[in-house]
Nanobody, 129 residues
Framework: QVELVESGGGSVQEGGSLQLSCLSP????????MGWFRQRPGKAREGVAA????????YTADSVKGRFTISRDNAKFTLFLQMSSLKPEDTAMYYC??????????????????????WGQGTQVTVSS
């Protein structure tokens, strides 16, 4: 069983920053894509960002491009999401996902939740105006 533990959520003013972390103790994630997803109230879960196994290639949703950065430290089994210039519409439960594709070529969508079998419990981010 793969355990993913998110942390770093909280409440912040519009324009502020937060860094989310996802620890995957005992799981070697380095072969597969990992990603961050979010679910806003009344909305479907959506992909925010995904990162390649070695950390080189990333995919970022248009809604957060230029504001959010995904990174990973495989040696520490940790995935990060640096969020800046936060907006009230970023308010959501944020989830870490693991076990994604080994590659996003060939039509695979690494921002599609269906590509990921392992999920954390989520961490709440609230941005006030």
């Amino acid at each position: 069983q793969v355990e993913l533990v998110e942390s770093g959520g909280g409440s912040v003013q519009e324009g502020g920053s937060l860094q989310l972390s996802c620890l995957s103790p005992g799981y070697a994630p380095s072969w597969y894509y990992m990603g961050w997803f979010r679910q806003r109230p009344g909305k479907a879960r959506e992909g925010v960002a995904a990162i390649a196994p070695a950390g080189g290639r990333t995919y970022t949703a248009d809604s957060v491009k230029g504001r959010f950065t995904i990174s990973r430290d495989n040696a520490k089994f940790t995935l990060f999401l640096q969020m800046s210039s936060l907006k009230p519409e970023d308010t959501a439960m944020y989830y870490c996902a693991a076990g994604g594709p080994a590659s996003c070529s060939g039509g695979r969508d690494c921002l599609d939740a269906k590509e990921y079998p392992y999920w954390g419990q989520g961490t709440q981010v609230t941005v006030s105006s």
